[in-house]
């Protein structure tokens, strides 16, 4: 499962590097598994600040600073473009990181209790080319679709350090 994504990580890894730049992740439905692409790369710790698993309410409330009155009040829910946004700036800022990436979905085999089928996750990248993107899978593997957000999200980050000034 690893393997699949390690070339992604191989290559986000050598532009961070090289960059002097450095990320934060927070993950949900993926489970950890972008943070642990990026962390088995050889010298991880030059660019790899952090990361977090915000997968319950009460996780949200003690892993994050973010007010939950302000998701009220933005009327934003888990598994949406603008929750991966918000998370992915607060942890990028409570760590001092150059990028941050924020994965939130429904992994499956059921649906999230919004009405996200199995398969689906918001991704955000916050830093200097910000990103975001939804992905649909249809699958109900749980498993699988762990894998394929880790490697939605590794894809969408390679994209934005690409994009960005160097």
């Known amino acids: 499962m690893l393997q699949s994504l390690t070339p992604l990580a191989e290559k986000i ?3 961070l590097k090289a960059r002097g730049e450095t990320v934060a992740v927070v993950e ?5 598994l972008i943070s ?7 010298g991880a710790s030059a660019y790899y600040l952090g990361g977090t698993v915000v997968y319950t309410a009460p996780a949200f409330k003690a ?4 007010d939950p009155a302000t998701l009220r009040d933005r009327k934003i829910r888990s598994a949406t473009t603008d929750y991966a946004a ?6 990028r800022e409570s760590l001092g990181a150059s990028w941050g990436l924020c994965e939130s979905g429904a992994s499956g085999p059921a649906g999230n209790p919004y ?9 955000a990248v ?7 993107a939804t992905l649909q899978t249809g699958k109900a593997d749980r498993l699988e679709n762990m894998v394929l957000f880790a490697e939605a ?8 350090l690409d994009d960005a000034p160097i």
Request: hydrophobic share 45%; proline share 6%; charged share 15%.
């Open 36 to 42: 642990a692409a990026l962390l088995s790369q050889a």
């Open 28 to 32: 949900g439905s993926g489970g950890g």
């Open 86 to 91: 918000l998370m992915v700036e607060d942890l």
């Open 13 to 15: 890894a050598g532009r």
């Open 126 to 132: 916050a830093g200097p080319s910000p990103k975001i």
């Open 115 to 123: 009405g996200d089928p199995a398969g689906h996750t918001a991704l």
């Open 153 to 160: 999200g590794l894809k969408l980050f390679l994209e934005a």
């Open 63 to 66: 892993l994050t600073r973010i």
